[in-house]
């Protein structure tokens, strides 16, 4: 239980803390509000990327294991399924 807390209290503690320092060097908030937005577009991107590329290797995979040796060639698929 105190895991799921802990992972979901996370991300709210981690802003304050590393808007403290730059605010007290003298950052504006409006600087600020774009640093958070570059890093989580920044984290989205690569997330999806990553995300798509597994997809693909997932699918090509399950259609080798599932189909073998029925692929099309250059195309990653069936050429019948019966």
């Given amino acids: 239980m105190m895991t799921l807390v802990n992972s979901l209290l996370s ?3 981690r802003p304050t803390r590393s808007t403290s320092l730059p605010s ?4 504006k908030r409006r600087h600020l509000t774009q640093m958070f937005l570059f890093e989580g ?3 989205t991107l690569a997330a999806s990327a990553i995300g798509v590329l597994a997809g693909v290797l997932v699918g090509r995979l399950m259609i080798t294991v599932l189909f073998p040796g ?3 060639a250059g195309r990653s ?3 019948r399924l019966t």
């Fill in 11 to 13: 991300p709210a503690w």
């Fill in 24 to 27: 007290a060097v003298g950052l």
């Fill in 41 to 43: 577009t920044t984290y």
């Fill in 70 to 72: 029925r692929l099309v």
């Fill in 77 to 79: 698929l069936p050429a």
